[in-house]
């Protein structure tokens, strides 16, 4: 059973940059997809970035600022977010979609705060 931590949150500035870190337990295969996902109160979660075997992408808001990143030996994905604005004020939460069932496994969530 895969179970995912997320680290990294926090209060920054506009402006600012985080790095969130994803700890994922358990057997993650290679073939299996990744993502970041936020979600703020009374609206969707919504995708950040995913990665799948050598491929990225990323939600329009966020190209060129967020940079997602794995590293498959240590079970790990990353978000570095730089340029941070209000708006991307949200719990972020790690995913691991497995590839042989589909099954989307969640973690528990980090807050990024963006305020002066």
């Known amino acids: 059973q895969v179970q995912l931590v997320e680290s990294g949150g926090g209060l920054v500035q506009p402006g600012g940059s985080l790095r969130l870190s994803c700890a994922a337990s358990?057997?993650?295969?290679?073939?299996?997809?990744m993502g970041w996902y936020r979600q703020t109160p009374g609206k969707q979660r919504e995708l950040v970035a995913g990665?799948?075997?050598?491929?990225?992408n990323y939600a329009d808001s966020v190209k060129g600022r967020f940079t997602i990143s794995r590293d498959t030996a240590k079970n790990m994905v990353y978000l570095q977010m730089n340029s941070l604005k209000a708006e991307d004020t949200a719990v972020y939460y790690c995913?691991?979609?497995?590839?042989?069932?589909?099954?989307?496994?969640w973690g528990e969530g980090t807050l990024v705060t963006v305020s002066s």
């Open positions: 995913l691991v979609r497995r590839w042989f069932d589909g099954m989307d496994i």
């Open positions: 358990g057997t993650v295969f290679s073939n299996d997809a």
């Open positions: 990665i799948n075997g050598g491929k990225t």
